[in-house]
């Protein structure tokens, strides 16, 4: 679902850079939103990946009666994500102050 909400939200944004409009308000916060999806799916992939390690392990220890399993509950979820998010933030920012810089320079004669 979220993919698919970065895919749409991306599509808009693309559709308003072709149209010629690319410091907006829209344009800031669709980047702002995707950002944000990216961090939260990150979060999310992190605590589903740590709730499945700790679901299988008490699965297979209850089957195995006899000898040792070593399974790993810690999670090890790639940044990938969150670090898209943080960048896709800050390049908000970045349309935020273009697009300052852009009603300022309409307001000046």
Known sequence: GITIAILELLS???????AGEI???ASIRY??????????G???KGFTAAWLKHAM?????QQ????TIY?????????????TGLVILALAEVFR?????????ALTI
Do not use: C, H, W
């Open 12 to 18: 808009r944004m693309f559709r308003k850079v072709e």
């Open 23 to 25: 410091f907006t308000r």
């Open 31 to 40: 980047a702002q939103v995707i950002g944000f999806l990216f961090i939260a």
């Open 42 to 44: 990150s979060l999310l």
């Open 57 to 61: 392990a008490a699965v297979v220890m």
């Open 64 to 67: 195995v009666a006899t000898g």
């Open 71 to 83: 399974l790993d509950p810690s999670s090890k979820g790639e940044p990938y994500g969150f670090v």
């Open 97 to 105: 102050q273009g697009l300052k810089l852009k009603e300022e320079n």
